[in-house]
């Protein structure tokens, strides 16, 4: 499957911004979705996944109550609705899909990988 990430930009701090992971090759319901970021000297972290279903979603601490990630299985993408965003949200998002098993928070255990896409939050 090939992964395809946009909609980074740069918003002010409280702002709001819509990534958008389009998939080609295979659908995504074969897939645990997730989100990583990476910002600059740090390593790459779990941001948020979906499962197979679309019925169970995950998100790390620092992001829960302001972003959702959810899925539009017609459109074969998966979406990460960023709220609320800080400049400590600054980094490059990337999304990536699972299809074995493993735990989803961790980048070892995803398959594929979209290029990313930059998002930066000023104060």
């Known amino acids: 499957v090939q992964l395809q990430a946009s909609g980074g930009g740069l918003v002010q701090a409280g702002g709001s911004l819509r990534l958008s992971c389009a998939a080609s090759g295979r659908t995504l319901s074969m897939y645990t979705m997730g989100w990583f970021r990476q910002a600059p000297g740090k390593e790459r972290e779990f941001v948020a996944a979906?499962?197979?279903?679309?019925?169970?979603?995950y998100y790390a601490d620092s992001v829960k109550g302001r972003f959702t990630i959810y899925n539009d299985n017609s459109k074969n993408t998966v979406y990460l609705q960023m709220n609320s965003l800080k400049p400590e949200d600054t980094a490059v998002y990337y999304c990536?899909?699972?299809?074995?098993?493993?735990?989803?928070?961790?980048?070892?255990?995803?398959?594929?990988w979209g290029q990313g896409t930059l998002v930066t939050v000023s104060s």
């Open positions: 979906i499962n197979r279903s679309g019925g169970n979603t």
């Open positions: 990536a899909a699972k299809g074995g098993s493993g735990s989803l928070y961790f980048t070892s255990n995803y398959d594929y």
